[in-house]
Nanobody, 121 residues
C-alpha cells in the first residue's frame, strides 16, 4: 500500500508565498516522475509542474517564473514553492507520483488527497 500525503496549503494574500510538500510512504521500490496538479471549482484538473527522477522539470505556462518544483529522493518527497501568488492560483492542489513497488513490475500512478490553496485579492 502506498500513500501520498500533502501539506502546506492555506490562505494567503495576493503576492504572497506558500510551500507545498508531498511525502510518499509504504511499499516503494522506485519513484519515477512526481508532479503537482490543481483543480479550481468548475474547471478540469491541470498539470502545474512535474519533475523526473533525473530532476528534469516542466511547468505550466501560467506558473513559469513563479513556482519551483523540487524533490528529495531520499525522503520520497516532492515540494512546490509558490511565489507571487495570484487569485487565479486558487485551487485544490494534488500530488501525483509514478511508483513501482518491486523491480520489474508495472508503474502505478498514485494521487494525494489534495490540499486547498486560496489566494485573496
Amino acid at each position: 500500500q502506498v500513500q501520498l500525503v500533502e501539506s502546506g496549503g492555506g490562505l494567503v494574500q495576493a503576492g504572497g508565498s506558500l510551500r507545498l510538500s508531498c511525502a510518499a510512504s509504504g511499499r516503494i521500490f522506485s519513484i519515477n516522475t512526481m508532479a503537482w496538479y490543481r483543480q479550481a471549482p468548475g474547471k478540469q484538473r491541470e498539470l502545474v509542474a512535474s519533475i523526473t527522477s533525473s530532476l528534469s522539470t516542466n511547468y505550466a505556462n501560467s506558473v513559469k517564473g513563479r513556482f519551483t518544483i523540487s524533490r528529495d529522493s531520499a525522503k520520497n518527497t516532492v515540494y512546490l514553492q509558490m511565489n507571487s501568488l495570484k487569485p487565479e492560483d486558487t485551487a485544490v492542489y494534488y500530488c501525483n507520483a509514478g511508483i513501482r513497488y518491486a523491480p520489474g513490475v508495472v508503474e502505478y500512478a498514485y494521487w494525494g488527497q489534495g490540499t486547498q490553496v486560496t489566494v485573496s485579492s
